[in-house]
């Protein structure tokens, strides 16, 4: 499988504080991306860094990706308890499909 | 507002049983897909289409049928539901596989 995998598989912390998830893939890729579920509902993309990018910001949220590792990391900054969700990143290393991980499922402790 | 609209939310069926979920876009997407989604096993696609008449495989396609008569719209079909396809599933449109995708709101199946 080409799927990306997220580690670690469940995060809980404390709220105030930073919140990091990693993904790792297998092959390479044109971009990765990083998307939100709330309990069984649709996912919400969060942030989309191309293979030629090294870090993207977006309000709290900072990805960085090392294309040399196949890895990239969500860090979720001054987490809130509205942040409690899974996390999944998805890769498309062939450009016309999406493989996705298994999740970080994260827990924002009020 | 632009949205992928999914129905039904939930669908309880029997073994065998021909079922369509549909899947409309309103933002004039060329791709579409299709997941599943089961504890621990992330989300799996099973069809994708990167145009009218244009579909192909995804990872799980087995028991699956899909087509794409207008851009719009993207149903799965099953066509004789077995228990191992209870699940949650999804639908999902973007432009390109360069942007990001936009997902439907979800459809609980259960096959008994």
């Known amino acids: 499988s080409q799927q990306g995998e997220e580690d670690p598989q469940a995060l809980s912390i404390q709220e105030g504080e930073n919140a990091t998830m990693n993904c790792s893939y297998k092959?390479?890729?044109?971009?990765l991306q990083w998307y939100r579920q709330n309990s069984g509902r649709g996912l919400v993309h969060l942030i989309l860094?191309?293979?030629?990018?090294r870090e993207k910001h977006s309000g709290r949220l900072r990805v960085t990706l090392d294309t040399s590792k196949k890895s990239s990391s969500l860090l979720i900054t001054a987490s809130r308890a509205a942040d409690t969700a899974s996390y999944f990143c998805?890769?498309?290393?062939?450009?016309?499909?999406?493989?996705f991980g298994t999740g970080t499922s994260l827990t924002v402790i009020p | 507002e632009a949205q992928v609209t999914q129905n039904p939310r939930y669908l309880i069926t029997v073994t065998g049983k021909k079922l369509t979920v549909t899947c409309s876009q309103n933002?004039?997407?060329?791709?579409m897909s299709w997941y599943r989604q089961d504890p621990g096993l992330g989300l799996r696609q099973i069809y994708y289409?990167?145009?009218?008449?244009?579909?192909d495989k995804g990872d799980v396609p087995e028991g699956y049928k899909v087509s794409r008569k207008e851009k719009r719209n993207f149903p799965l079909i099953l066509e004789s539901p077995s228990p191992n396809q209870t699940s949650l599933y999804f639908c999902?449109?973007?432009?390109?596989?360069?942007?990001?995708?936009?997902f439907g709101s979800g459809t609980q199946l259960s096959v008994l």
């Open positions: 860094i191309r293979s030629n990018e």
């Open positions: 092959t390479s890729i044109n971009n």
């Open positions: 999902a449109s973007s432009h390109t596989t360069n942007e990001k995708l936009f």
């Open positions: 998805a890769t498309d290393p062939e450009g016309n499909q999406f493989y």
């Open positions: 289409s990167m145009n009218v008449e244009v579909t």
């Open positions: 933002m004039n997407h060329e791709y």
